[in-house]
C-alpha cells in the first residue's frame, strides 16, 4: 500500500500543469455545487435553531371578501392584539411588527431596522442575551416601559462594542428607550416578514409605528403578525386552526357588524410553521441552482475526462509493463485510484476554500432573495457533500481511464510493433468527443456572451434625466403627534434656506426623487369613462429643471401651483401620445373622483429608470408645500454630509431627523443590482467556460495529436515542412469543430424560432454579431488547443515522434 | 566517385536530470554514390542514433554533416523538411505507411510535399512506375492494412524511392516481416544498389547486413570493425 501511495503521489505530482488544470477546474465547478447543496440543506432540510422549532407557527389571517375571493393576509391591530390575550391553543405566543426609524440620540442620526415584540418572543427564539437581560412579563403589553434590546451588529457597528452600553438611552420618534440588553452575535433572527431583513434594535410591542391602528378594526397592515409555540394537543394543526379561525372569525364579525362593505366577508386564519414562513417559496430557486451547479460540474468532468484520456494514453508504456509484470485489471484501477484519490483531494480542498469566499458572496449579496443565508457557513454537510464528490469524481475517472485499456492488447503491446493499441480511444470517441465539446461550449458562450450584453445594454441605457452630484433627503418627525401642515410649512422652507445657504450646494428640490417609486393614480378622462391608470409623483415647480427632464410642450408647474396647491397636472409623453396621438394633449382634463378635475397644463419627455425596460404613462401633480421628502445638487466634486444636514435641522428643530439621505447614484446602483449581477457572473461564466472549453479542446486536441503522431513522424521524415503538418491538422480539426459550430447555429436558430417571445426578442436583439463573436471565439480557442500540443511535437527532433512507432 | 554522406567527429549526448549516455562518440564516415553499408551492433549500440542524424530527424551534439556537398549540420526545421524530401528516402521497420490513406496516395506522399511543381497526371505516372518496379501496380487503390506485411514493405520502398534520393536509409527493414518476405526485400534491396541506388542499412541481422558491400560494426557509439570488400569506395576512420 505504501508503494502505491508513493507511487501515486508521484505521478500526481509529475505534471504540475496537468494538475494545476484539473485542480482549477474542478475546484470552481465543485465549490459552485458545494455552496448550492450546503444551502439546499440549510433551507429544504435543516431544522431552523429554535427550541421545538417545529411547534412554532405563525397565524396567517386571510381575509375573504363577499365574493369569495380572498384578499389579503394581514391582520387588523386590535384583532392581533385580541387573539393575543384571549387564545388558548398556544401555549407560549408573541406580537411582532417591524419598522424603520431614525436613532436621534447619536449625532449621526442611523436610520435603525425596528422590530417591536412582546416579552414571549426571546423566549419563542430560546434566546439568552450577550449583555444584560430580555423583556420580562412586567414589560409587556400596555406596560409602556421604553427599554431597548441591542442586536449584536448594532452593539459593535453603532456602538463600537461598548462595554458601559447597558442603562444607555437610544432616542426614537421622541421617545427615550433604556439599553436592558445586547443579543449574542449566533442569535438568528427568523426573517419571518422579508427575507434578508434583519432587525438592528427590538423595543417593546408598545411604541410600534401602527399603534395608531390599535381601534381600527376595518383596517389590515401585513407586518402585524402573531408567533406561537402550539401547547400540547390531542388535536391536530387543521383542528387547531379550525378553531382559532372561529375565534377570530368571530370576534372581527361582532366588532364589524356596523360597516356595511364587509356584509359577507369572512376570515380564515392558518397556521403556517415557522419553518415554511422562513423559506418562502425558493425550492424552486434551489432546484435550479442544483441542476446549474451540476451542470457546470458535468461540463467541467467532461473536460477533465479529455485530460485524463491524453494522460492514460500516454502512460500507456508504463500500464504495458505494469501488465506484462503481471499487474491484473484490478491492480491497474486501484493504481489509478489512489493517483486520482490524491488529485481530486487536491481539488475538493481548493473547491472548500473557494466556498468559503462563496459563503462571503452570498451572505452579501444575495441575502435579499436567499432565505437563512446568514447561516451559511462550511460545515458538517459541506464536508459530507464533499467528501462522497470526491469519492464518486474518484471512482469516475479511474472506471473511465481503466475501461479505456484493453488489457488483452495490453500485456502484448511490449512484444508486438508497438503501436499502442493496448490504450486508446476509437477515432469515432475522439471524434464525437470534440464535437460535443465545441457544440455545448458554443451554445454555453452564445447565451452568456447575449446575457452580459443584455446586461450592459440595461445598465448603459440612457435614463433621460440627471442625477450625479445630487442626494434624496426624507425626513422624519420625532413626535408622538403628527404635526399639522402649516406647522411643517416653516420648518421646510427654513431648510431649503439653510441648505441653499451652504456653499457645497447648488439647488434644492422639494420633490419625489426621480428614482422613488410612484404611486398608482387612477383617473378618467372628465366627463368620459375612458380609465387610466398613470404612476404619479408629486414633484415640486423646478423638478424639471433640476433633473434636467425636457419640457416638449405647454408649461411646468409654477410657484404658485404649488402654493395654491392648483389643480394641475404635467404628463409624459407615452401618455401624452395615448391621450393625443395626433395633437396636443395640453388642457385634457382628468377625474380624480368626487369631481377632483385636473387639467393638463405641459408635457415632458419620458424617463426612463434604471433596471426598467419600458417606460410606463406618467403624470406629476404639485407637491404640497409640507412636503418632507427633497432633492439636495450639490457643486461638481462636493457633498455634504448627514451629519451636517441633521445638524441643520436640528438647529431649526429638535422633531425633526433625518431619515434618509443618499446619492442618487447609489440608488441607481442597487436597482440594477440583478444587471451589475448578471453582469459580473456571466462574464465570469463565460470566462470559467472558456478556460473549461479550453481545457476539454486541447485534452481531445492533444490526444488526437499523440494518437498521429507516428504518422506526424513519417509525413516529416518524407519532407512535409512544419506549415504542411500545421495546415493537415488544423484543417482536420476545423472540419470537425466547424460541424460542432454549425450544430450550435442550427440550435440557437430553434431556439429563436421556438421559444416563447420574451426569450426570442432578447436572442434576437443582435444574434448574427452574438453568434460571430462566439464562434470566432471558440475559433481562436480551437486553433490555440490545437497549436500548442502540434508546436510540442513538431519542433522536437522527428525522430522522437517515431520512436513510438519503432 | 561522389562522396553523398560525410560525418565528421559527429558525437550525440542524451542527458537526463541523473545521467549523461554517449550514443555516438566522434564518429567519423563517409559514403560514395552507389554504396550499401550495414551498420550492426548490439541493441544501445547507437546504431539506430546514427542513422537518425545521417536521415536528418535528429541532430548531432558535436560534429559536421555534409550532405550531397552541402552542410546540413545546423538547418532550420523547414530546410532540413526540404532535403530529407529531395535527397533521403526511408525504410522502416515497420513500414509506417499511413493507414487511412491508399497505397498509391502513400506513395505520392512525398511528391505532394515536393517544391516540384508536379500535375496530377505526373504524380500518378511516377507513382506506378514506382509501385511496378516493387510488383504492386495491381495494389494502387488498396488500403495498407489489406496488405500483407512483405507487400506493405514494398510501397514504403515505392515511397522511398518516389522522389529519387540521394540515399536510401533503411531501420530494420525484415524486422517485421517472416524470412520470405524478408529475403524479398532484401533482393529487392540489392536489386535497387545494383541499378545506382545508394543504401545505408541498420540491422542486427548478420545473415542480411552480407547482402551489403561493407559491413560496418558499432559499439558503444564507435564503429569497431569494418568489412568492405575491396573495391568498394568506402573509407571508414574510427
Same mark, same amino acid.
Not at chain 1, 279 to 297: E, K, M
Given at each position: 500500500?505504501?508503494?502505491?501511495?508513493?507511487?501515486?503521489?508521484?505521478?500526481?505530482?509529475?505534471?504540475?500543469?496537468?494538475? /494545476?488544470?484539473?485542480?482549477?477546474?474542478?475546484?470552481?465547478?465543485?465549490?459552485?455545487?458545494?455552496?448550492?447543496?450546503?444551502?439546499?440543506?440549510?433551507?429544504?432540510?435543516?431544522?431552523?435553531?429554535?427550541?421545538?422549532?417545529?411547534?412554532?407557527?405563525?397565524?396567517?389571517?386571510?381575509?375573504?371578501?363577499?365574493?369569495?375571493?380572498?384578499?389579503?393576509?394581514?391582520?387588523?391591530?386590535?384583532?392581533?392584539?385580541?387573539?393575543?390575550?384571549?387564545?388558548?391553543?398556544?401555549?407560549?405566543?408573541?406580537?411582532?411588527?417591524?419598522? +424603520?426609524?431614525?436613532?436621534?440620540?447619536?449625532?449621526?442620526?442611523?436610520?435603525?431596522?425596528?422590530?417591536?415584540?412582546?416579552?414571549?418572543?426571546?423566549?419563542?427564539?430560546?434566546?439568552?442575551? @450577550?449583555?444584560?437581560?430580555?423583556?420580562?412579563?412586567?414589560?409587556?403589553?400596555?406596560?409602556?416601559?421604553?427599554? @431597548?434590546?441591542?442586536?449584536?451588529?448594532?452593539?459593535?457597528?453603532?456602538?463600537?462594542?461598548?462595554?458601559?452600553?447597558?442603562?444607555?438611552?437610544?432616542?426614537?420618534?421622541?421617545? #427615550?428607550?433604556?439599553?436592558?440588553?445586547?443579543?449574542?452575535?449566533?442569535?438568528?433572527?427568523?426573517?419571518?416578514?422579508?427575507?434578508?431583513?434583519?432587525?438592528?434594535?427590538?423595543?417593546?410591542?408598545?411604541?410600534?409605528?401602527?399603534?395608531?391602528?390599535?381601534?381600527?378594526?376595518?383596517?389590515?397592515?401585513?407586518?402585524?403578525?402573531?408567533?406561537?409555540?402550539?401547547?400540547?394537543?390531542?388535536?391536530?394543526?387543521?383542528?387547531?386552526?379550525?378553531?382559532?379561525?372561529?375565534?377570530?372569525?368571530?370576534?372581527?364579525?361582532?366588532?364589524? @357588524?356596523?360597516?356595511?362593505?364587509?356584509?359577507?366577508?369572512?376570515?380564515?386564519?392558518?397556521?403556517?410553521?415557522?419553518?415554511?414562513?422562513?423559506?418562502?417559496?425558493?425550492?424552486?430557486?434551489?432546484?435550479?441552482?442544483?441542476?446549474?451547479?451540476?451542470?457546470?460540474?458535468?461540463?467541467? $468532468?467532461?473536460?477533465?475526462?479529455?485530460?485524463?484520456?491524453?494522460?492514460?494514453?500516454?502512460?500507456?508504456?508504463?500500464?504495458?509493463?505494469?501488465?506484462?509484470?503481471?499487474?491484473?485489471?484490478?491492480?491497474?484501477?486501484?493504481?489509478?485510484?489512489?493517483?486520482?484519490?490524491?488529485?481530486?483531494? !487536491?481539488?475538493?480542498?481548493?473547491?472548500?476554500?473557494?466556498?468559503?469566499?462563496?459563503?462571503?458572496?452570498?451572505?452579501?449579496?444575495?441575502?435579499?432573495?436567499?432565505? &437563512?443565508?446568514?447561516?451559511? =457557513?462550511?460545515?458538517?454537510?459541506?464536508?459530507?457533500?464533499?467528501?462522497?464528490?470526491?469519492?464518486?469524481?474518484?471512482?469516475?475517472?479511474?472506471?473511465?481511464?481503466?475501461?479505456?485499456?484493453?488489457?488483452?492488447?495490453?500485456?502484448?503491446?511490449?512484444?508486438?510493433?508497438?503501436?499502442?493499441?493496448?490504450?486508446?480511444?476509437?477515432?469515432?470517441?475522439?471524434?464525437?468527443?470534440?464535437?460535443? =465539446?465545441?457544440?455545448?461550449?458554443?451554445?454555453?458562450?452564445?447565451?452568456?456572451?447575449?446575457?452580459?450584453?443584455?446586461?450592459?445594454?440595461?445598465?448603459?441605457?440612457?435614463?433621460?434625466?440627471?442625477?450625479?452630484?445630487?442626494?434624496?433627503?426624507?425626513?422624519?418627525?420625532? /413626535?408622538?403627534?403628527?404635526?399639522?401642515?402649516?406647522?411643517?410649512?416653516?420648518?421646510?422652507?427654513?431648510?431649503?434656506?439653510?441648505?441653499?445657504?451652504?456653499?457645497?450646494?447648488?439647488?434644492?428640490?422639494?420633490?419625489?426623487?426621480?428614482?422613488?417609486?410612484?404611486?398608482?393614480?387612477?383617473?378618467? %378622462?372628465?366627463?368620459?369613462?375612458?380609465?387610466?391608470?398613470?404612476?404619479?409623483?408629486?414633484?415640486?415647480?423646478?423638478?424639471?429643471? !433640476?433633473?434636467?427632464?425636457?419640457?416638449?410642450?405647454?408649461?411646468?408647474?409654477?410657484?404658485?401651483?404649488?402654493?395654491?396647491?392648483?389643480?394641475?397636472?404635467?404628463?409624459?409623453?407615452?401618455?401624452?401620445?395615448?391621450?393625443?396621438?395626433?395633437?396636443?394633449?395640453?388642457?385634457?382634463?382628468?377625474?380624480?373622483?368626487?369631481?377632483?378635475?385636473?387639467?393638463?397644463?405641459?408635457?415632458?419627455?419620458?424617463?426612463?429608470?434604471?433596471?426598467?425596460?419600458?417606460?410606463?404613462?406618467?403624470?406629476?401633480?404639485? @407637491?404640497?408645500?409640507?412636503?418632507?421628502?427633497?432633492?439636495?445638487?450639490?457643486?461638481?466634486? =462636493?457633498?455634504?454630509?448627514?451629519?451636517?444636514?441633521?445638524?441643520?435641522?436640528?438647529?431649526?428643530?429638535?422633531?425633526?431627523?433625518?431619515?434618509?439621505?443618499?446619492?442618487?447614484?447609489?440608488?441607481?446602483?442597487? &436597482?440594477?443590482?440583478?444587471?451589475?449581477?448578471?453582469?459580473?457572473?456571466?462574464?465570469?461564466?463565460? $470566462?470559467?467556460?472558456?478556460?473549461?472549453?479550453?481545457?476539454?479542446?486541447?485534452?481531445?486536441?492533444?490526444?488526437?495529436?499523440?494518437?498521429?503522431?507516428?504518422?506526424?513522424?513519417?509525413?516529416?521524415?518524407?519532407?512535409?515542412?512544419?506549415?504542411?503538418?500545421?495546415?493537415?491538422?488544423?484543417?482536420?480539426?476545423?472540419?470537425?469543430?466547424?460541424?460542432?459550430?454549425?450544430?450550435?447555429?442550427?440550435?440557437?436558430?430553434? /431556439?429563436?424560432?421556438?421559444?416563447?417571445?420574451?426569450?426570442?426578442?432578447?436572442?434576437?436583439?443582435?444574434?448574427?454579431?452574438?453568434?460571430?463573436?462566439?464562434?470566432?471565439?471558440?475559433?481562436?480557442?480551437?486553433?490555440?488547443?490545437?497549436?500548442?500540443?502540434?508546436?510540442?511535437?513538431?519542433?522536437?527532433?522527428?525522430?522522437?515522434?517515431?520512436?513510438?512507432?519503432? | 566517385?561522389?562522396?553523398?554522406?560525410? %560525418?565528421?567527429?559527429?558525437?550525440?549526448?542524451?542527458?537526463?536530470?541523473?545521467?549523461?549516455?554517449?550514443?555516438?562518440?566522434?564518429?567519423?564516415?563517409?559514403?560514395?554514390?552507389?554504396?550499401?553499408?550495414?551498420?550492426?551492433?548490439?541493441?544501445?549500440?547507437?546504431?539506430?542514433?546514427?542513422?537518425?542524424?545521417?536521415?536528418?530527424?535528429?541532430?548531432?551534439?558535436?560534429?559536421?554533416?555534409?550532405?550531397?556537398?552541402?552542410?546540413?549540420?545546423?538547418?532550420?526545421?523547414?530546410?532540413?523538411?526540404?532535403?530529407? #524530401?529531395?535527397?533521403?528516402?526511408?525504410?522502416?521497420?515497420?513500414?509506417?505507411?499511413?493507414?487511412?490513406?491508399?497505397?498509391?496516395?502513400?506513395?505520392?506522399?512525398?511528391?505532394?510535399?515536393?517544391?516540384?511543381?508536379?500535375?496530377?497526371?505526373?504524380?500518378?505516372? +511516377?507513382?506506378?512506375?514506382?509501385?511496378?518496379?516493387?510488383?504492386?501496380?495491381?495494389?494502387?487503390?488498396?488500403?495498407? #492494412?489489406?496488405?500483407?506485411?512483405?507487400?506493405?514493405?514494398?510501397?514504403?520502398?515505392?515511397?522511398?524511392?518516389?522522389?529519387?534520393?540521394?540515399?536510401?536509409?533503411?531501420?530494420?527493414?525484415?524486422?517485421?516481416?517472416?524470412?520470405?518476405?524478408?529475403?524479398?526485400?532484401?533482393?529487392?534491396?540489392?536489386?535497387?544498389?545494383?541499378?545506382?541506388?545508394?543504401?545505408?542499412?541498420?540491422?542486427?541481422?548478420?545473415?542480411?547486413?552480407?547482402?551489403?558491400?561493407?559491413?560496418?560494426?558499432?559499439?558503444?557509439?564507435?564503429?569497431?570493425?569494418?568489412?568492405?570488400?575491396?573495391? &568498394?569506395?568506402?573509407?571508414?576512420?574510427?
Amino acid at each position: 500500500m505504501k508503494f502505491l501511495l508513493t507511487r501515486a503521489w508521484h505521478n500526481a505530482m509529475k505534471s504540475s500543469s496537468f494538475l /494545476a488544470v484539473v485542480v482549477t477546474t474542478l475546484g470552481f465547478s465543485l465549490s459552485a455545487l458545494l455552496c448550492v447543496l450546503t444551502l439546499a440543506y440549510l433551507i429544504l432540510v435543516e431544522p431552523l435553531p429554535y427550541p421545538d422549532q417545529e411547534k412554532l407557527y405563525r397565524v396567517d389571517h386571510h381575509l375573504t371578501n363577499h365574493e369569495g375571493k380572498s384578499e389579503i393576509n394581514a391582520f387588523t391591530y386590535p384583532g392581533l392584539v385580541d387573539f393575543y390575550k384571549n387564545q388558548t391553543e398556544f401555549s407560549l405566543g408573541a406580537m411582532v411588527t417591524y419598522g +424603520k426609524d431614525v436613532l436621534t440620540s447619536l449625532p449621526e442620526q442611523p436610520t435603525l431596522n425596528t422590530g417591536y415584540v412582546t416579552p414571549e418572543w426571546f423566549q419563542l427564539l430560546g434566546t439568552s442575551l @450577550a449583555l444584560g437581560r430580555g423583556f420580562t412579563e412586567e414589560e409587556g403589553l400596555e406596560s409602556f416601559i421604553p427599554q @431597548a434590546v441591542l442586536t449584536h451588529k448594532t452593539w459593535m457597528d453603532v456602538y463600537g462594542g461598548d462595554s458601559e452600553i447597558l442603562d444607555k438611552t437610544v432616542s426614537f420618534s421622541g421617545v #427615550n428607550f433604556k439599553v436592558i440588553g445586547v443579543l449574542p452575535e449566533t442569535f438568528v433572527e427568523p426573517e419571518i416578514y422579508e427575507v434578508g431583513r434583519q432587525v438592528d434594535i427590538w423595543l417593546p410591542w408598545d411604541y410600534n409605528l401602527s399603534s395608531g391602528m390599535h381601534f381600527l378594526w376595518g383596517n389590515i397592515n401585513p407586518m402585524l403578525m402573531y408567533v406561537g409555540r402550539l401547547a400540547e394537543s390531542d388535536q391536530g394543526v387543521k383542528a387547531i386552526e379550525r378553531s382559532v379561525s372561529m375565534y377570530i372569525n368571530d370576534t372581527w364579525q361582532e366588532k364589524n @357588524a356596523h360597516v356595511e362593505y364587509y356584509n359577507g366577508w369572512s376570515i380564515d386564519a392558518r397556521l403556517t410553521p415557522l419553518a415554511d414562513v422562513v423559506t418562502g417559496d425558493v425550492g424552486s430557486i434551489i432546484y435550479l441552482l442544483i441542476i446549474g451547479a451540476v451542470g457546470l460540474l458535468i461540463i467541467a $468532468c467532461a473536460n477533465i475526462t479529455n485530460v485524463f484520456i491524453s494522460r492514460t494514453a500516454n502512460n500507456g508504456q508504463n500500464l504495458a509493463i505494469s501488465a506484462s509484470l503481471g499487474a491484473k485489471p484490478r491492480d491497474i484501477f486501484r493504481q489509478y485510484f489512489i493517483e486520482y484519490g490524491i488529485i481530486i483531494g !487536491f481539488s475538493i480542498t481548493f473547491a472548500l476554500l473557494l466556498s468559503y469566499f462563496g459563503f462571503v458572496l452570498i451572505q452579501n449579496h444575495l441575502a435579499d432573495i436567499l432565505p &437563512r443565508a446568514g447561516e451559511l =457557513q462550511i460545515n458538517f454537510t459541506t464536508i459530507v457533500c464533499a467528501l462522497l464528490l470526491a469519492v464518486l469524481l474518484t471512482s469516475i475517472f479511474a472506471l473511465f481511464s481503466v475501461k479505456m485499456i484493453n488489457y488483452g492488447a495490453l500485456k502484448t503491446m511490449l512484444q508486438s510493433s508497438g503501436k499502442g493499441r493496448g490504450v486508446q480511444v476509437s477515432k469515432g470517441v475522439r471524434t464525437q468527443l470534440m464535437f460535443l =465539446q465545441v457544440a455545448v461550449v458554443s451554445i454555453l458562450i452564445f447565451a452568456n456572451i447575449s446575457l452580459f450584453k443584455n446586461a450592459m445594454e440595461v445598465m448603459n441605457k440612457p435614463t433621460g434625466f440627471e442625477y450625479q452630484d445630487t442626494k434624496y433627503l426624507i425626513l422624519s418627525i420625532s /413626535a408622538p403627534e403628527f404635526p399639522m401642515p402649516h406647522e411643517i410649512i416653516p420648518v421646510m422652507d427654513e431648510l431649503k434656506s439653510e441648505l441653499l445657504a451652504l456653499p457645497e450646494v447648488k439647488d434644492v428640490s422639494q420633490s419625489a426623487s426621480p428614482l422613488s417609486g410612484f404611486r398608482i393614480l387612477a383617473t378618467t %378622462l372628465a366627463g368620459e369613462s375612458t380609465r387610466y391608470t398613470p404612476q404619479n409623483k408629486w414633484v415640486g415647480d423646478n423638478y424639471f429643471s !433640476f433633473i434636467g427632464q425636457e419640457l416638449i410642450d405647454g408649461r411646468t408647474f409654477s410657484d404658485v401651483d404649488i402654493r395654491d396647491r392648483n389643480s394641475v397636472v404635467v404628463i409624459n409623453e407615452q401618455f401624452a401620445r395615448e391621450l393625443a396621438p395626433e395633437g396636443s394633449a395640453v388642457g385634457t382634463k382628468f377625474d380624480y373622483g368626487n369631481n377632483d378635475i385636473h387639467t393638463v397644463i405641459g408635457v415632458v419627455k419620458g424617463v426612463a429608470i434604471p433596471g426598467e425596460s419600458d417606460i410606463p404613462i406618467r403624470s406629476y401633480r404639485p @407637491a404640497p408645500e409640507s412636503f418632507t421628502s427633497l432633492m439636495v445638487k450639490f457643486n461638481p466634486g =462636493q457633498d455634504v454630509s448627514k451629519e451636517k444636514v441633521a445638524e441643520v435641522l436640528s438647529e431649526i428643530d429638535k422633531l425633526y431627523a433625518v431619515f434618509y439621505f443618499d446619492p442618487l447614484e447609489s440608488i441607481v446602483a442597487k &436597482r440594477l443590482f440583478a444587471q451589475t449581477m448578471t453582469t459580473v457572473v456571466t462574464a465570469f461564466l463565460a $470566462c470559467l467556460l472558456f478556460v473549461l472549453a479550453g481545457v476539454g479542446l486541447y485534452g481531445v486536441l492533444s490526444y488526437n495529436l499523440h494518437m498521429r503522431r507516428a504518422e506526424i513522424g513519417t509525413r516529416m521524415a518524407i519532407g512535409a515542412k512544419v506549415s504542411d503538418i500545421l495546415k493537415m491538422i488544423l484543417k482536420n480539426t476545423f472540419s470537425v469543430a466547424g460541424f460542432g459550430m454549425g450544430f450550435a447555429v442550427l440550435v440557437v436558430i430553434f /431556439a429563436y424560432l421556438n421559444v416563447p417571445g420574451d426569450i426570442a426578442e432578447f436572442l434576437g436583439g443582435d444574434m448574427v454579431l452574438d453568434l460571430f463573436i462566439t464562434l470566432l471565439v471558440i475559433s481562436v480557442l480551437t486553433f490555440i488547443a490545437c497549436y500548442l500540443p502540434l508546436r510540442a511535437m513538431v519542433y522536437k527532433p522527428v525522430i522522437s515522434n517515431l520512436q513510438d512507432n519503432q | 566517385m561522389k562522396e553523398i554522406i560525410k %560525418l565528421t567527429g559527429i558525437s550525440k549526448k542524451f542527458e537526463t536530470e541523473f545521467m549523461e549516455t554517449h550514443a555516438l562518440d566522434s564518429l567519423d564516415l563517409t559514403i560514395y554514390e552507389g554504396d550499401y553499408v550495414s551498420i550492426s551492433g548490439p541493441s544501445g549500440c547507437g546504431k539506430s542514433t546514427l542513422l537518425s542524424i545521417i536521415g536528418l530527424l535528429d541532430s548531432p551534439t558535436e560534429g559536421s554533416y555534409i550532405l550531397d556537398g552541402e552542410d546540413v549540420t545546423t538547418l532550420s526545421v523547414n530546410r532540413e523538411a526540404e532535403f530529407r #524530401n529531395k535527397n533521403i528516402g526511408f525504410i522502416f521497420q515497420s513500414f509506417n505507411l499511413i493507414d487511412d490513406m491508399s497505397v498509391h496516395d502513400n506513395v505520392a506522399l512525398p511528391l505532394r510535399y515536393s517544391s516540384e511543381e508536379l500535375t496530377e497526371q505526373q504524380v500518378s505516372e +511516377k507513382v506506378q512506375h514506382y509501385l511496378s518496379l516493387v510488383g504492386l501496380e495491381h495494389r494502387a487503390m488498396h488500403k495498407p #492494412n489489406q496488405l500483407s506485411g512483405g507487400q506493405q514493405q514494398r510501397v514504403a520502398i515505392a515511397r522511398a524511392l518516389v522522389n529519387s534520393p540521394s540515399i536510401l536509409l533503411v531501420d530494420e527493414p525484415t524486422g517485421n516481416l517472416d524470412s520470405k518476405s524478408g529475403d524479398t526485400i532484401m533482393k529487392l534491396l540489392d536489386e535497387l544498389n545494383k541499378n545506382g541506388s545508394t543504401i545505408c542499412m541498420v540491422t542486427h541481422d548478420t545473415t542480411y547486413a552480407r547482402y551489403a558491400k561493407t559491413q560496418l560494426h558499432l559499439l558503444d557509439g564507435k564503429i569497431v570493425e569494418q568489412n568492405a570488400e575491396p573495391e &568498394r569506395q568506402l573509407e571508414v576512420a574510427v
